[in-house]
């Protein structure tokens, strides 16, 4: 069984965001995200769902996730890990009929690039979602955080999502994935960046950041 917190849904249809949802392998967030979106979808906004070339469940998998109906507004494509510009592409081709935009396997994705092409794709998201009034949710991964003399990741906690520094400035909601030993698993919201009313100078600042 998958359980999504109300809260959370109601805060995704509430304005347009970026979100992360993150987990440790295995604990079924592709499932999570099958049904994260159709819970989005309304009779005049649609979800889209992007699978990894590596990770793309079939048709008759998703079928027996999601309620027939809400099926037809749910999209499934399909990325290519090495193409740069598909998934900006795609989001910006479907966003002014697609409320709603799920991209499973990010972190394989940005995995090993660097913090300058993270930080640019990531405001290129950023740019869409204000364009679009659009929500845009990226699936990563859980990792245990090592510390050594080299690294030490300013936090408390003792894991993190891949690039939490290159993606935090840009991420407005966090959602955790979790699974329990009957295997149920749980979505839930674990964190929100507090909405501040910025300056113009704040403003100008965010753009050229």
């Not at 906004?45 to 749910?74: C, G, H, M, W």
């Not at 598909?86 to 940005?110: G, K, M, N, R, W």
């Amino acid at each position: 069984m998958i359980k999504i917190d109300t809260n959370l849904i109601k805060k995704l249809k509430k304005n347009p965001c970026i979100a992360e949802i993150s987990s440790f392998p295995d604990a079924g967030t592709t499932s999570a995200c099958i049904i994260l979106g159709s819970e989005l979808v309304e009779e005049d906004k649609a979800a889209a769902i992007l699978f990894s070339e590596f990770n793309k469940p079939n048709t008759e998998y998703i079928k027996k996730l999601v309620d027939e109906n809400k099926a037809r507004q749910l999209l499934t494509i399909q990325y290519k890990a090495d193409n740069t510009f598909f998934i900006p592409e795609i989001i910006e081709h479907l966003a002014p009929y697609t409320q709603y935009f799920i991209i499973d396997d990010f972190y394989s994705f940005v995995l090993y690039k660097n913090y300058t092409f993270i930080r640019e794709f990531m405001k290129r998201l950023r740019s869409l979602k204000t364009k679009y009034n659009i929500v845009i949710c990226l699936v990563n991964q859980v990792r245990n955080v090592i510390k050594s003399k080299n690294y030490n990741f300013n936090t408390e906690s003792d894991i993190k999502s891949l690039y939490f520094e290159h993606l935090e400035p840009f991420v407005d909601l966090r959602i955790g994935v979790s699974k329990d030993q009957h295997n149920d698993i749980y979505v839930n919201l674990i964190g929100e960046k507090a909405e501040e009313k910025a300056s113009s100078l704040a403003q100008l600042l965010s753009r050229i950041n």
